[in-house]
């Protein structure tokens, strides 16, 4: 006999690898073959799992069509089973499956909108913070400005693509006739993602402010932070840009040493 | 304290927050498609549920409308991803982001289910049967004691659906739940559709689950609707949750009712939602049975 631990590696083995050779003798037959009603949780898993995925990356749908995505969720599954009791957390690694999958294709720039479409799902679940108030930066004495290090808002997330990843999201809403070309030419996209009170904004940045909040974001000071921007481009203008990140509501803290 | 010390709707939901459900009325499944018609037509339900996993966010709009809900009804909270009859260590993550939900929305009730769902680190995601043996049972003890102790409350286990038995079964499903009942203290979520499919699937009687269950220990029950399929030569009753309750179960539901007394009746509609009106119609339907019963009694 089984145990209940070898019962359950067992069924979880034959449902998630499709042999239910090794399952199936320890199942009633009841008038209906044990490897049926194996094929009926493994049903169950496959139609469970394809939903979850859509509904993370509805995108990725519109763009390979409901046919394929099933297909590609299938093979994602496969590689990536489910690791946790919340489905949520499945659309994680699918962004890396899409690289390998379609790396030096045409279609490259499927992994960079589904990492945005991730982007955009982790900001919907991330902690509420009250955005920085700048009254203080302005009594910073110009000597100390380099030193600053910011905090980062809990709900953004910054990703970049080569591709226009960001107009090819926004033409695949559910509010567009989907008539819109795009073309992949038409260059990068440096997006960054900002929850709100209600929803999730998505805001083009140029590459150099990019950059500085990608740097900030990795505890690097406002100093070093600079210089990585003005390397990207030489006329970058840091006041503005840091008043826009701020009216954003991007930073929740800033450190002075 | 998190973050969420910093949401003032938390601590207004607890201060006015409904703590049990009105009247004698039925409550509903929630999910997020009905969130803002739900607060703008407050329809005269008793309470609502929603699935605990919904909801694990550390934030955002999602957290804030419930709460906002939460402060117009009495909510329970009834999971479906603990893997509570799993051998796997128990996901101490998973709890804490529970008991998190529990303190934020102060639910009436909290349950989970007669189920596992992972083994060896990797999730189905579904509500698999176990074998019901002396050894299973020992284990579904121990572990709901375990979420009892760390939740400090008593959770409620409700019977799955189920389109298999295993051969090393000992024991009868009814005499297995209402063993773990007794043994771990846990109160028991049951779901007639369940027990109606899995009857039907297997070829037992439902009342004869019924009258096996003890009295005390049944704090809500569920209805839902189920789909009969054809595998091969046999029918498969699945359990979808997508479509309106069956007469049958209506009729094993007024058999409960008889044995249970009146118990908080949920309806649960989770696949092809229909349009808010359809669920409080059936959630309706069940307040007239319930009216019926009552007045055969009296």
Redesign the interface.
């Known amino acids: ?5 070898e ?3 067992s ?2 083995t034959a ?2 690898d499709g042999s239910n050779a090794a399952i199936s003798p ?3 037959d ?5 490897s ?3 094929n ?2 493994r049903n ?2 496959h139609e ?2 394809l939903k ?1 995925l859509a509904l993370g990356f509805p995108v990725i749908q519109c763009l390979v069509g409901e046919d394929y995505f099933r297909q590609l969720g299938r093979l994602f599954l496969t590689e990536h ?8 957390h499945i659309g994680s690694p699918f962004a890396g499956f899409l690289r390998d999958q379609f790396a030096a294709t045409p279609y490259s720039y499927l992994p960079d909108v589904a990492e945005l479409e991730w982007a955009y799902q982790e ?8 955005p920085l108030d700048p009254t203080p930066l302005q009594s910073v004495p110009p000597e100390r400005l380099a030193d600053l290090r910011f905090d980062v808002h ?2 953004c997330r910054l990703v970049s693509s080569e591709f226009p990843i960001m107009r090819i999201w926004r033409v695949n809403q559910e509010d567009r006739d989907g008539t819109e070309i795009i073309d992949l030419r038409q260059g990068a996209d440096h997006v960054l993602l900002r ?1 709100n ?3 999730v904004e998505l805001h083009r940045l140029p590459a150099a402010a990019f950059t500085l909040l990608r740097s900030l974001s990795r505890r690097a000071t406002l100093g070093d932070a600079l210089e990585i921007a003005q390397a990207v481009a030489s006329d970058f203008d840091l006041a503005q840009t840091l008043r826009h990140f701020v009216e954003l509501g991007v930073f929740t803290a800033v450190h002075t040493t | 304290m ?3 010390s ?2 003032p709707r938390a601590l207004s939901a607890q201060a006015r927050g409904r703590a049990a459900p009105a009247g004698s009325q039925a409550g509903i499944g929630l999910r997020a498609q009905h969130h803002r018609e739900i607060l703008q037509r407050r329809p005269p339900v008793g309470w609502l549920e929603v699935h605990s ?1 919904n909801y ?7 957290r ?1 409308i419930l709460l906002d809900i939460r402060e117009h009804y009495a909510l329970s909270l009834h999971g ?4 509570l009859g ?2 796997d260590p128990l ?1 101490r993550t ?1 709890l804490r ?1 529970l008991s998190r939900l529990i303190r934020d929305f102060e639910p009436m009730s909290v349950s989970e289910h007669l189920s ?11 509500l ?1 049967p ?2 019901y ?1 002396e ?2 049972l020992a ?1 579904l003890v121990a572990r709901v004691r375990a979420v009892q102790e760390t939740l400090t409350r008593r959770i409620l286990v409700e019977n799955v659906s189920s ?6 079964s000992t024991l009868t499903e009814w005499d297995f739940i209402a063993a773990l009942a007794r043994e771990s203290g846990c109160g028991i979520l049951l779901d007639v559709n369940n027990i109606y499919v899995s009857a039907m699937n ?2 037992f009687d439902p009342h004869t689950y019924l009258n096996a269950i003890p009295r005390e220990s049944v704090q809500e029950i569920h209805l839902a609707g189920h789909t009969v399929n054809r ?4 029918e ?1 009753r ?1 359990d979808t949750h997508g479509s309106q309750v069956s007469e049958p179960v209506w009729a094993l539901y007024r058999a409960a009712l008889r044995r249970f007394g009146h118990v908080p009746t949920l309806i649960e509609w989770d696949t092809d939602i229909p349009p808010l009106e359809v669920l409080v119609a059936e959630a309706a339907k069940a307040d007239l049975v319930v009216e019926a019963c009552r007045a055969v009694a009296a």
């Open positions: 006999m089984l145990s209940l631990r019962l359950q590696l069924f979880t449902v998630l320890w199942i009633r009841e008038g209906l073959s044990p049926a009603r194996v009926i949780y169950n898993l469970g799992f979850a089973p489910s690791r946790a009791g919340n489905l949520h900001c919907l679940i991330a902690a509420d913070a009250l809990p709900a929850r009170d209600d929803a | 998190g973050t969420d910093l949401n996993e694990f966010a550390q934030g955002g709009p999602q804030d479906v991803g603990l893997s799993s051998t996901d998973h982001e596992w769902s992972s083994a060896g680190g990797r999730f189905l995601n579904d698999l176990l074998p043996t050894e299973a284990h389109y298999l038995q295993f051969n090393s297997h070829g595998v091969g030569s046999r498969i699945i």
